[in-house]
């Protein structure tokens, strides 16, 4: 029977005998479920349904999906919502739907975090491994004492929570030490490793051993304090034998090896030995006025050869010992010569405009000028040692053409005795000081 060809009155009682099987047939689905319903209880309820049903099966469709009645096999109405599909299943995974899917833990009808079920719709607990809105950590479990507290909160000495492990807060006081731990009560009223810092400490870090930063005596340790502290090999940091780090220099001066720009390197760190504490050459003429040097550089008016301080030297308008004039200056022909000796004919050394010397003699006059064509002609014949073609002194021919050098036995122009390099005469025939 078709449903358009019954009465209204008909259509009324089908549609109540519809609801009917209905009613029982989700009784029968809720019995299934109760452990206490009786196998009878079911059969007498499946034949209420079946008969419910015959009108349905006689001429009207069973409910179907998207018809707005949640009927048998259908979890939702209407479909293609986003909670509800095209079969009339609930969608999984939408949450904030107000309905707990499989895949999630709690469903509040939102999708806001630090209410208790966060936006993903899973429990908001410490120990999930989910840094929560609430939380200051989240280290997967709910065991103190790893950094982060059961209750998801940070531990550490300071944090004015005594955490796991420790005996007080705040540290660095009196009754509290810097590890937070009660310090003996002995040192209470001050003392090192008390873990306060007293007026007479560098620094107390709760304890009295060594190479931690703060030594057993209460004392930074840090290179550069001047104190050998543990780790250290050398003070101060930052000399030619220790480096920034109080290690000692790898290549340094001192090693026995030269290494630029080192210009010596005796294996010692002393001046005076010829290779300075900086590994420098100690020689007079170096521009430098090393150890046991009076005066740089030598062999000036005022430095000997020596780089010793010359007291009394020509030119300084006063005659001194051993000098026979002294005019202010070093100048030749001037009548005082750069020796401050007297220049005149018959000194016994030819001075400026002289020729020869001694004077009256068969090859100079008394004038000084030659008469004779031997010495002085510029040819070396015995018994002459050199011939420069003149016969004046102090030019390295004397006027008897011998050799003028210091050393070799006679007093030469210039010089002032022999043999050089004695007590009483220096090595350039000068009278030692």
């Known amino acids: 029977m078709r449903p358009d060809t019954l009465s209204s009155g008909e259509r009324r009682v089908v549609a109540a005998r519809a609801l009917l099987g209905a009613s029982i047939a989700l009784h029968l689905l809720s019995a299934c479920k109760d452990d206490r319903t009786t196998l009878r209880e079911i059969q007498a309820l499946s034949v209420a349904s079946a008969d419910a049903g015959t009108d349905i099966r006689a001429g009207l469709s069973p409910p179907a999906c998207g018809d707005s009645v949640v009927g048998p096999g259908e979890d939702c109405e209407p479909p293609g919502t986003p909670s509800c599909n095209h079969e009339c299943r609930r969608s999984s995974g939408v949450c904030g739907d107000r309905v707990v899917d499989i895949d999630e833990q709690c469903e509040d009808g939102n999708t806001r975090s630090g209410d208790g079920c966060s936006r993903t719709c899973s429990w908001e607990v410490c120990g999930n491994g989910l840094r929560e ?17 059961e209750s998801c909160l940070v531990e550490f000495c300071g944090n004015a929570r005594i955490d796991f492990g420790e005996a007080c807060e705040p540290p660095g006081i009196d009754s509290c030490n810097v590890r937070c731990q009660l310090p003996p009560a002995a040192s209470r009223q001050g003392g090192c490793g008390n873990g306060v810092q007293d007026a007479n400490e560098e620094c107390d870090d709760g304890n009295t051993l060594e190479a931690d930063g703060c030594s057993g005596g209460c004392e930074l340790e840090a290179c550069g304090n001047a104190r050998l502290d543990p780790g250290e090999l050398c003070e101060p940091p930052n000399t030619p034998v220790c480096d920034a780090r109080c ?32 590994c420098e050459l100690e020689v007079c003429g170096n521009s430098r006025l090393d150890l046991g040097e009076e005066c740089e550089p030598p062999s000036t008016a005022a430095c000997d050869a020596f780089c010793r301080r010359i007291t009394r030297f020509c030119g300084n308008r006063v005659i001194d010992d051993a000098e026979e004039c002294d005019d202010g200056n070093v100048l030749l022909g001037d009548g005082c010569d750069m020796r401050c000796e007297l220049e005149f004919c018959g000194n016994g050394r030819i001075d400026p405009g002289e020729e020869c010397e001694l004077p009256g003699t068969a090859v100079c006059s008394a004038s000084c000028r030659r008469t004779s064509s ?23 021919c004397s006027g008897g053409c011998e050799l003028e050098i210091c050393g070799n036995g006679r007093i030469d122009a210039r010089e002032f005795c022999e043999p050089p390099d004695t007590p009483s005469c220096d090595a350039r025939c000068f009278p030692a000081q």
């Open 374 to 396: 031997e010495c002085g002609d510029g040819s070396v014949e015995a018994p002459e040692e050199c011939d420069d073609g003149n016969t004046l002194e102090a030019d390295g």
């Open 133 to 149: 809105a609430n939380e200051e950590c989240e280290d997967a479990n709910t065991e103190s004492g790893d950094g982060c507290s």
């Open 247 to 278: 290690f000692p220099r790898t290549q340094r001066c001192g090693d026995r090896l030269i290494q630029p720009p080192e210009q010596c390197d005796d294996g010692g760190l002393l001046d005076g030995d010829g290779c300075s504490a900086l």
